[in-house]
């Protein structure tokens, strides 16, 4: 894990967030119902984070070794447009990711919390493995959050790239419906 100074120094770069599905947007459980269908529970507060992340100039993406349709359904609640799934092979899929973003992988961040995930950690410019990530995720990953995937480890990386880019006050004037030149006063 970095020390502060260099965690800051690779926060403040960062433009380009993707984020693991199972195990960070959410606890990881999978619900089968006897029907087949598959249910995941998400996290309010990570919702709103990728609109604080959009607010403060962030592009989002998802990027998934599983395919569930619920995935789509939740990334266009949140708005996110770059969604990738059922790419067990997730670094190419991560460099497709920043083509199309238009965002290098050094100013890109990626959060994540299983194996298949390292490969990744190996190519973006902040790897953060989240509060319940397997042990060798923890111990490559740049920083590990406080709060487990699924109970808003991804709100948490959001405000932690924001407030070390300085955009955290004018975020929440917005999102607060506040003037934001009152609110920086």
Not at 67 to 78: D, F, G, L, P
Not at 155 to 182: C, N, P, Y
Request: aromatic residues 4%; charged residues 25%.
């Amino acid at each position: 894990m970095l020390r502060a100074p260099a965690l800051r120094s690779r926060l403040k770069g960062i433009r380009f967030l993707v984020c693991d599905v199972d195990g960070v947007l959410t606890d990881g459980g999978i619900v089968l119902d006897n029907l087949g269908h598959e249910a995941k529970r998400f996290c309010v507060q990570d919702g709103l984070g990728f609109a604080l992340a959009r607010l403060g100039g962030l592009q989002v993406a998802f990027l998934s070794a599983r395919e569930s349709k619920i995935v789509n359904q939740r990334a266009q609640e949140c708005g996110v447009h770059l969604v990738m799934q059922g790419k067990k092979q997730k670094s190419p899929a991560f460099a497709e990711l920043c083509l199309q973003a238009k965002v290098p992988a050094a100013l890109t961040g990626y959060i994540g919390d299983d194996l298949l995930d390292l490969p990744v950690f190996e190519k973006a410019g902040l790897a953060v493995a989240v509060a319940n990530a397997a042990g060798e995720v923890k111990q490559a990953a740049h920083w590990v959050t406080r709060n487990p995937g699924g109970q808003g480890a991804v709100r948490e990386v959001v405000e932690k790239i924001l407030r070390a880019q300085g955009t955290w006050s004018k975020v929440m004037a917005q999102i607060l419906g506040r003037d934001v030149a009152k609110s920086q006063k």
